[in-house]
C-alpha cells in the first residue's frame, strides 16, 4: 500500500511527474524496507535537496533587496557599550555596525560566550550571572571604572520564556502549565529587575531594554509599570515602550519584540521609522548557501519526508509542529527551542526539509561568516533568542542620533 494515492493527485501536480514518482517511489521503499531514507538516498547518488514537494511550483513574489550590517554601516564613534544576555550577540552586532565600541559583553552560558569569542576575539566576553548582583558590579567596574554616569549605552534582553506565548504553546491548553508565569519563574522571572539594578547604578547615559510583547500583560502590566517606575525614580527619562515587527524593519520574518528605551538627558527618543511593506523571505532562498558554515541539513525518515511533501506553502505538519515556510510571506518567526536546548526550524519552502542553521541564520540576518559553536540544538537555540542584527543596527543608530 503507497503512502500516496496515485492517479488524480499525481495527475494535478506541476513540474516533472518523472522525478516526482521517483521520489514517491525512493519514499515507499525506505518505509517497505525498514532502511533509513538517507541510506536509500546515497544508493542513487541523490541528497535530501534533490526532494520536492508534491505542490511544486513557485509563486511569484516582489524582488526586494536583501539588507544586511553592511547597509547600516556608520563610520566609528567613541560611544561605549556594555551587553548583557548577549547570548549569540544579535544585538551586539547592530551596534558594533552602527559604530559602536563594546567594553564588556557578559553571558550566562559559556557555549554561547565561545560563539561570541570565536567571531569577535576583541570582544572582552564573560561568563558572569546577572543574579549575582554584588559580583557582576565588580565585574563592570573592572572594564568601565567606578563612574556612576557611565558615558555609554547598556544593552540587555533579560531571558523572555517566562513571558512568551510560543513557550506556553509547548503545553496542553488546560493544562496547569499553560500560563505565562512571568515574574514569578524561579530561574528567570526577575532577572529585569537585576539588570534594571545595575542601571540604576551605573547610570548610562542610555539604555535598552528588550524582551517579547508579553511582558506588557504579566499581571496587567503591574510589573512593567513598576520597572518604569524605578528607572524614572533613578533619573531616567523612558520613552513609552514600543513595540517593532521586525518585517517593518528590513527583516525577512514575523518576528515581534518589546523595547523600553530610555536616557538620562531630557531628549525625546526618536525611533527608526518602519517600512510601508514587510519583507517577503523568498527572495532569500533565491541566493544559494555554497560553502557557508552552520549548513548541515536534518536526515530525516521516510516517514516525516512522506507527510513534508503533501504540505502546501504555509501548511503545518501537525505532528512535528513545523511549518512549511511560503515565500510570499516573511518567514514565520525562527524559534529557539527549549530553554535546555532542542532547537528546531521551520521547513524549507522548495524543499521538504527543515531548514538549516545557517539558513535560519540569514531569515534572522546575521551575516554568512558569523558562525555558531556547539552542537546544531544549541546553534538553533542562539539564532532563535537573538535579536536580528539588522534590527538592532536600526536601534543603535536611533539611540545615537537622539541621545548622543
Known amino acids: 500500500m503507497t503512502f500516496i494515492e496515485e492517479g488524480s493527485l499525481l495527475d494535478s501536480i506541476e513540474g516533472t511527474p518523472r522525478e516526482l514518482k521517483r521520489q514517491i517511489d525512493i519514499v515507499q521503499k525506505s518505509i517497505e524496507r525498514d532502511i533509513h531514507l538517507a ?26 533587496k536583501i539588507y544586511t550590517l553592511d547597509d547600516f554601516a556608520q563610520k566609528q564613534n567613541d560611544i561605549p557599550v556594555v551587553s548583557f544576555f548577549s547570548g549569540a550577540g544579535g544585538i551586539d552586532l547592530g551596534f558594533e555596525a552602527a559604530g559602536f565600541g563594546h567594553e564588556l559583553l557578559v553571558e550566562k ?29 565588580e565585574e563592570v567596574k573592572a572594564r568601565i571604572g567606578q563612574s556612576k554616569n557611565f558615558d555609554g549605552v547598556f544593552v540587555g534582553g533579560p531571558p523572555c520564556q517566562p513571558f512568551s506565548i510560543a513557550a506556553n504553546q509547548r503545553y496542553n491548553k488546560n493544562g496547569e502549565n499553560f500560563k505565562r508565569v ?18 540604576k547604578h551605573f547610570q548610562p547615559r542610555a539604555f535598552l531594554i528588550e ?64 517600512t510601508a511593506e514587510s519583507l517577503v523571505c523568498g527572495n532569500l532562498f533565491d ?16 516517514q516525516s519526508i512522506a507527510r513534508y511533501m503533501k504540505l502546501a506553502y504555509g501548511a503545518r505538519d501537525q505532528k512535528g509542529r513545523v511549518d512549511r515556510l511560503d515565500p510570499t510571506k516573511p518567514s514565520k518567526t525562527v524559534i529557539a527551542g527549549g ?38 540544538s544549541r546553534q538553533f537555540t542562539q539564532v532563535g ?17 537622539s541621545y548622543f
Not at 512571568?182 to 542601571?199: K, P, S, V
Not at 544559494?288 to 525518515?301: C, F, L, V, Y
Request: include cysteine; hydrophobic fraction near 35%; proline fraction near 7%.
Open 39 to 64: 541510506d536509500v538516498l546515497y544508493e542513487r547518488n541523490l541528497t535530501y535537496d534533490d526532494l520536492q514537494y508534491l505542490d511544486n511550483h513557485r509563486p511569484a513574489y516582489p524582488k526586494q
Open 211 to 274: 524582551n517579547v510583547p508579553g511582558l506588557m500583560e504579566i499581571d496587567d502590566g503591574e510589573q512593567l509599570t513598576r520597572a518604569i517606575g524605578e528607572l524614572e525614580e533613578a533619573g531616567y527619562t523612558v520613552n513609552d515602550p514600543i513595540v517593532m515587527r521586525a518585517e517593518h524593519y528590513h527583516v525577512p520574518q514575523q518576528r515581534i519584540r518589546l523595547f523600553i528605551i530610555g536616557s538620562r538627558t531630557k531628549k525625546k527618543f526618536i525611533a527608526p521609522t518602519p
Open 339 to 376: 530553554t535546555k536546548g532542542g532547537g528546531r526550524s521551520h521547513l524549507h519552502p522548495y524543499i521538504p526539509r527543515t531548514l538549516s542553521v545557517r539558513e535560519c541564520a540569514r531569515i534572522q540576518t546575521f551575516p554568512d561568516n558569523y558562525i555558531f559553536t556547539g552542537p546544531i
Open 109 to 137: 552560558v559559556p557555549l554561547f560566550c565561545n560563539t561570541l569569542t570565536h567571531n569577535r576575539s576583541g570582544w572582552d566576553v564573560i561568563s558572569g550571572d546577572i543574579s549575582k548582583t554584588d559580583e557582576m558590579i
Open 287 to 302: 541566493v544559494p548557501i555554497g560553502s557557508a558554515d552552520n549548513h548541515i541539513t536534518r536526515e530525516h525518515s521516510a
Open 182 to 199: 512571568g515574574f514569578a519563574h524561579a530561574t528567570n522571572g526577575n532577572l529585569l529587575f537585576e539588570y534594571i539594578d545595575l542601571i
Open 385 to 401: 533568542n537573538a535579536v536580528p542584527p539588522v534590527l538592532g543596527a536600526q536601534l543603535a543608530i536611533a539611540i545615537k542620533k
